[in-house]
């Protein structure tokens, strides 16, 4: 089993108009642990699916050994010597090890009958070779999610694969389970196997790279040496590029009227995915809870509006509870809430302009009598909310399907700044939005501000975060990294979206970097 | 290398879901024991009689008294009750023979109460179990089907149309042809062919799998309805002549023919009867033994998982629900070549419907199936056999068995029917 | 994992596309069409659903289907047999015969569901009566079909609660003396009931247990039919009868006949359209309707926006139910005047296509209601006069669905650009 030399030359993948990868180069050179550095949405998983044949380049080459090669699927990716472990598992859930491992590459006796007794052998001798300690016949359902992981691993080295590509392997391990993926990739790379790490998270792709390339927007922005500072690191990911500038007065916060205090929320499986929060926002003032997705901030949000099971915790509105309401009532104690996702969560696509200004406010004496709709009402909502916001559209009769991106955000905010809030909450409020509306939406926001509403705002763009807020908490893992001023340096923010505390990540940035990094990073936060 | 790098998380409460449907279905079950088979059970006696005239060995009746049986029946519910109680306390869910042992112990409860409550207070099992192959032939080759379309995940709602144009196609091409086998090929063409849309709509165009099944049904009962009046009933020097199919001849085993109740049931048949046996074990082989099977799955549970490892996702699908139409329209000729003597309108009667029960009840598993069409067959053959007798509860309740457990099935109450992840989504590829 | 909205780069990317309606409801694929109501700019708006391609691709669906279904006649006629037997000899011949045999089964087809000059009776001439009485309870279950399909389900049961509906109307019809026009409020009542409680089985399971309410469908309507079966032999069966029928219902408890004796056409059919214009207000200018249709096209925005999901599937499965029943009235307290086991007939999956044709609107199911019940009236004459059998009917129906269904294959079919074009050149 000979190590392999990876090559991509201008790798391009256009979806419409839309440029996920722009001419990116990478060499992974045998043996190494190269790792792909970069913001969600920066490309990279693109990248690696171009990689492996799941999507077919619009330019570009691949070349491995330096011999040119097209990948018309998986199957020809994994045949010369690529193997994945996509971030959502390819395992069957309802299958055994053996059985997951087996398929599409299945040892057989004849007339097709399995031979499994083969794959478990093998599934045997790589479990000991790396210590992964599978059975071979457990049930992936009933495995942890870090085993699941080792599965998909072995699923790659059972095929032989000499080039492995792991898509933000970390991104749904815990901590230990974290711990224990880098010891195994340690030990592949001294078996000789190449590997591509896909990360945000700039300690680990400090802790276990070779060679670093950084990507953003879907350029190669540079590439670095391991020992590059965590400073370095995080500006070359995160951009310095020059924000929009927004017309803000300072805040003048009042009383703080929404509280959240030591919050807990987990999912069925009974893990903690907002980790005891605690932080309040005060009327006139934009809190933004910035962190890499993935980290508890849908979750929080989805929690104060009454979405979620299995809540721990204290949410205060005007000294009101709000655990245990349901999204109507939440909805009526005055809080706008404007979701993640708006196709998904925020609009009716089939619905019309007006119907999706009303979605929410349809049983209000204002737009209904008794039962029925008050169609004329709604239509004149429509047209006033259409005109305030400025809503692109010939009608606003049109399905809110046919608008951009943008319009349908102002859509959805408009609904929600529509009537007397006393919490204003918006997740992602610009994310798929072009320029021009990016700009007016964060005015509409700070003006609500100004109004004395507290305002909630989560984003991962730290650009968007550094603009808006007055205040800055931080999730990391679900856990609040600490809660900072408006113009802290993005720098810092870094640290902390990183999962350093406040102090932890202040005291890093002062002192002398890489030295002092290494111990920092030993301790728990 | 760094093995702390991460801060340790604080250790996580892990919830314990527990599922108390189980204790709870059992516990509302031995108390309709406990008051109607013990309580008010009937007085006199059930009897069973094992053999039938002219076997070779014969067995005494088996005589039960009714309410002493419903004593033992309940208290052996409420034990089993219990124990279901204990076990979900402890570790949140049931063992697996609790529910068995409970249902067999509440059919046996069940059956004594309506013989002996009966006035003929006598049944021959034999009878009962003969007659029941009779219903549970076709639905085990329509749940055979259905186990082939929803393991790679398509849904199939077209059993029924399967089947009928399988008994249509078997009658008009056996009577043509003078030859029965002929006729169970030209049955499988046709299933294949209902098949074929069924793909064609479902995968290809993307159609909702459900909508496509429940027209091809319509479909295909028009289309057998129509030909049946125009071609089945021409006449020829007074009599029909493409509606007199040769039958497919019962072929005994030897020796096995003779075992008690067990023979005459299973091998006292047709060749449809054995190849029904044969198709139940070689496609559960296949399902889980082999190459085939594990692909198939595999494409029923994640396509992408599938796809990702080299397996053409939707070529797999259309070949099996291909396949899964033979094997219907193949069951269907049986309502023509062995259960009755020609065709006629609307003949499988939904029996298509009851496959698809068993199917679910079965839990998607071709023996489970095939057991699961044996509980119906049995409860609707009890019920034709009672439907002259007094009984103590009307036989259309017991009609109704099969299609109330399969509500149960899915609705979480009785074990847990969890169908093929991707049973009924489209795979688009990207 | 339990973090559902994590979405990979690649999904982040696509959500720029314009949204499709998430809905269950998008059955037919081409995305239910906000139906014309009253609202402003309606004229706009069915001339663009004319315009847009989907009201084309149903009348291609429709001519496509009896095309088919011409051919299947024409081939099966004897005729056309003989005349093929000879074809190299003289092949007009059978060309002659084919359009012979076509035109007049479907000349007879619509003659028998319209207007028949020819016919002995002007009772036997005004075939669009039978239309209409035909028609009346394909409406109601169509619209228990369609109301569900906006709220995102799939209501196979129409059959099953027909028969509970039937069943509930027909014991209080003859079981119970009332006052005349009480006694027939009683009776629709009774039915609505009936129906109700069957359809709010399903709905209930499905949004506690989350049953697919398809298979709860399909099975409950097989208990149904046991059901009626048991209640024909001892409790509501006619004493008198040797038969599995109930006694007849009063003459309090059924609907008066609108054209006279002659004619089976009741007020039923005036229940039908009240029904269509109450739940076209339902579905459009309701609240409840809002709701209904926003849990169908998106039911987690329904839910994000403080809607109640698992109650709103209850609430139309009972309303989907009652409908159904009183799809059973019609016929109970209309056009049979007693129940029998045959009360359904196929009517619960007519309903099915009626409502798939009707493109899931209370309107659109009205019209595609006509149509089949004019199928069925003229399909008897059909069978009649030019001896078809009524079967082809069944077939027609069906591949009208099909096609409708799968709007690419008719597209490819007549070469057609796709909707969405024809809708920007329009």
């Known amino acids: 089993m000979g190590t392999l030399k990876l090559e991509l030359k201008g790798i391009t993948k256009r979806f419409g108009s839309l440029i996920a990868n722009d001419a990116i180069d990478l060499v992974v050179q045998s043996g190494e642990i190269h790792s792909l550095l970069g913001e969600n949405g920066a490309g990279k998983s693109t990248l690696m699916n171009v990689l492996y044949g799941l999507y077919e380049p619009s330019a570009g080459q691949i070349l491995v050994d330096d011999r040119p090669v097209t990948f018309n699927g998986p199957s020809d990716a994994m045949a010369a010597g690529i193997g994945m472990v996509h971030q959502h598992f390819m395992l069957v859930p309802v299958f055994t090890v053996a059985e997951n491992v087996a398929l599409g590459n299945e040892a057989t006796g004849t007339g097709g009958i399995l031979d499994l007794e083969q794959t478990r052998r093998k599934i045997r001798d790589i479990s000991a070779k790396y210590g992964f300690d599978v059975d071979p016949d457990a049930v992936i359902e009933d495995l942890p999610v870090g085993v699941q992981q080792r599965v998909e691993i072995i699923k790659a080295l059972v095929r032989d694969a000499r080039i492995l590509i792991l898509d933000e392997p970390t991104a749904v391990l815990t901590p230990q389970e974290t711990d224990e993926l880098i010891d195994i990739m340690g030990q592949l790379k001294a078996a000789g196997t190449s590997i591509v790490f896909i990360s945000h998270k700039l300690r680990e792709v400090k802790a276990v790279s070779d060679r670093i390339t950084v990507i953003r927007r879907g350029k190669v922005v540079g590439t670095a040496e391991p020992s590059a500072s965590t400073t370095e690191l995080a500006s070359l990911m995160v951009g310095r590029s020059v924000s929009l500038t927004l017309d803000k007065a300072p805040a003048r916060p009042g009383e703080e009227t929404f509280q959240i205090r030591n919050l807990t929320v987990m999912n069925d499986a009974g893990q903690a995915l907002v980790d005891n929060v605690t932080f309040s926002v005060a009327k006139g003032e934009i809190v933004a809870v910035a962190g890499v997705q993935g980290n508890g901030q849908t979750e929080l949000t989805e929690t104060v509006l009454g979405l979620r099971k299995h809540v721990h915790g204290s949410i205060l509105l005007d000294g009101k509870e709000l655990v245990g309401r349901s999204v109507r009532q939440v909805l009526d104690s005055g809080v706008g809430f404007v979701p993640e996702d708006r196709t998904t969560d925020g609009l009716v696509g089939s619905y019309t302009i007006a119907e999706n200004l009303v979605l929410d406010l349809y049983g209000k004496k204002d737009f209904s009598r008794g039962f029925t709709l008050n169609r004329a009402a709604i239509a004149k909502h429509a047209a006033a909310k259409i005109d305030e916001f400025d809503v692109r559209t010939g009608s606003a009769e049109a399905p809110v399907a046919t608008l951009s991106g943008g319009n349908q955000q102002k859509v959805v905010l408009a609904r929600e700044l529509s009537r007397p809030l006393k919490l204003f909450i918006a997740s992602q409020p610009t994310r798929g939005v072009d320029v021009g509306s990016i700009e007016f939406l964060h005015k509409r926001i700070v003006a609500e501000r100004d109004q004395g509403t507290p305002v909630l705002i989560v984003s991962t763009e730290l650009d968007e975060v550094l603009e808006l807020a007055d205040r800055i908490a931080v999730l990391y893992a679900g856990r609040l990294m600490g809660v900072v001023p408006g113009d802290s340096s993005r720098d810092l923010l870094g640290l902390m979206m990183a999962g350093l505390n406040a102090e932890e990540a202040q005291a890093h940035l002062a002192g002398p970097d890489s030295a002092r990094a290494t111990t920092t990073e030993g301790e728990p936060a | 290398m760094s093995t702390t790098l991460a801060p340790t998380a604080p250790a996580q409460d892990r919830l314990i879901v527990r599922n108390w449907k189980v204790p709870v279905v059992f516990g509302i079950l031995a108390a309709f024991a406990l008051v109607v088979f013990a309580v008010l059970g009937p007085g006199g006696t059930a009897t069973f009689r094992l053999s039938q005239d002219g076997d070779a060995w014969q067995l005494p009746n088996l005589v039960l008294p009714a309410r002493a049986t419903g004593i033992v029946v309940t208290v052996l519910c409420l034990a089993l009750a219990a124990l279901a109680y204990r076990q979900t306390q402890r570790t949140g869910r049931t063992e697996r023979w609790l529910g068995v042992s409970f249902a067999i112990l509440f059919v046996i409860g069940l059956m004594v109460w309506i013989i002996a409550g009966t006035n003929t207070q006598n049944i021959t099992l034999v009878g009962l179990f003969t007659g029941a192959m009779l219903i549970v032939t076709p639905i085990v080759f329509g749940s055979l089907s259905g186990v082939l379309c929803e393991r790679s995940g398509v849904v199939n709602i077209a059993i029924e149309g399967q089947l009928l144009a399988g008994a249509f196609t078997a009658s008009l091409v056996a009577s043509i042809t003078g030859n029965a086998l002929a006729g169970l090929v030209a049955a499988a063409v046709a299933g294949v062919a209902v098949s074929f849309l069924l793909a064609v709509f479902s995968i290809r165009y993307l159609v909702n799998q459900i909508i496509v099944g429940v027209v091809l049904n319509v479909l295909v009962a028009g289309l057998t309805g129509f030909l049946f009046e125009k071609i089945m009933k021409i006449k020829v020097e007074g009599a029909t002549i493409y509606n007199q199919p040769p039958h497919l001849p019962n072929l005994p085993i030897p020796v096995l023919s003779e075992i008690p109740i067990l023979g005459p049931t299973f091998f006292r048949q047709s060749i449809l009867g054995y190849l029904m046996l044969v198709l139940v074990a070689v496609i559960w082989f296949a399902l889980y033994r082999t190459r085939w099977g594990l692909r198939i799955r595999a494409v029923g549970e994640h396509p992408q998982a599938a796809d990702t490892m080299g397996v053409n996702v939707n070529r797999t699908r259309f070949r099996n629900v291909l396949a899964g139409g033979a094997i219907a329209g193949i069951g269907g000729a049986y309502f023509t070549l062995v259960a009755v003597s020609s065709f006629s309108k609307d003949m499988t009667g939904g029996l298509g419907f009851i496959a698809l029960a068993a199917l679910i009840f079965g839990r998607w598993n071709p023996v489970g199936a095939f057991l699961a069409a044996l509980l119906f067959g049995v409860a609707g053959n009890l019920q034709s056999v009672l439907s002259i007798a007094v009984t103590p509860v009307d036989g259309h309740f017991l009609a109704m068995l099969p299609y109330a457990l399969t509500i149960l099935a899915v609705s979480g109450l009785v074990g847990r029917a969890r169908p093929p992840a991707a049973s009924g989504v489209p795979y688009v590829k990207g | ?426």
């Not at chain 3, 398809?214 to 509501?236: D, E, H, R």
């Not at chain 3, 056409?265 to 409840?288: E, K």
């Not at chain 3, 109640?308 to 307290?333: D, E, N, P, T």
């Not at chain 3, 027609?396 to 650009?417: C, D, E, N, T």
Request: no cysteine; net charge neutral.
């Open chain 3, 1 to 426: 994992m339990s973090d559902n909205r994590a979405a990979p780069e690649a999904a982040e990317a696509a959500s720029a596309a314009p949204a499709a309606s998430a809905g269950e409801a998008d059955l037919t694929g081409t995305g239910t069409a906000a139906s014309p109501g009253a609202a402003p700019g309606q004229g706009n708006r069915i001339l663009r659903e004319i315009m847009s391609g989907n009201a084309l691709v149903s009348v291609l669906a429709v001519v496509v289907a009896l095309v088919i279904g011409g051919l299947l006649i024409a081939v099966t006629d004897e005729r056309v047999g003989a005349a093929a037997g000879y074809f190299f000899a003289r092949p007009g011949d059978l060309f002659g015969a084919l359009w012979a045999s076509v035109s007049e089964a479907y000349g007879a087809l619509v003659r028998g569901a319209t207007y028949d000059p020819t016919a002995r009776t002007w009772l036997g001439q005004l075939g669009i009566f039978e239309t209409l009485t035909i028609a009346t309870p394909l409406i109601l279950a169509g619209l228990a079909v369609t109301i569900a399909f906006r709220a995102g389900l799939f209501n196979i049961g129409a059959q099953g609660q027909i028969i509970l509906g039937a069943s509930f109307s027909a014991a209080v019809g003859f079981g119970w003396n009332l006052p005349p026009v009480l006694h027939l409020l009683a009776v629709i009542l009774a039915g609505a009931v009936g129906g109700a409680i069957w359809g709010g089985i399903a709905g209930v399971l499905k949004a506690r247990t989350g049953a697919h309410e398809v298979i709860v469908t399909i099975m409950l309507n097989y208990i149904a039919i046991n059901l009626i079966g048991y209640l024909l032999k001892s409790p509501l069966k006619d004493p008198n009868s040797s038969n599995p029928v109930s006694p007849a219902l009063h003459d309090s408890a059924v609907f008066p006949l609108l054209l006279g004796p002659n004619f089976r056409l009741h007020a039923g059919f005036l229940l039908a359209v009240l029904a269509v214009i109450a739940v076209a207000w339902l579905l459009n200018r309701s609240t409840l309707g809002f709701e209904l249709r926003a849990i169908g096209a998106n039911p987690s925005a329904a839910r994000t926006a403080g809607m109640v999901v698992s109650r709103g599937y209850i609430i139309v499965m009972l309303i989907a139910g009652a409908l159904s029943g009183l799809a059973g009235v019609a016929q109970v307290a209309g056009t049979e005047k007693s129940l029998d086991a045959e009360v359904a007939g196929s009517i619960g999956f007519d309903a099915i296509t009626v409502a798939l044709l009707g493109r899931s609107t209370p309107w659109g199911t009205f019209f595609a209601a006509l149509l089949f019940g004019a199928f069925k009236a003229g399909g008897t004459s059909m069978a009649v006069n030019a001896n078809v059998s009524i079967d082809i009917v069944l077939v027609v129906q069906s591949l009208i669905v099909l096609f409708i269904a799968a709007p690419p294959l008719i597209r490819a079919i007549f070469r057609l650009k796709s909707a969405s074009s024809r809708g920007a050149a329009a």
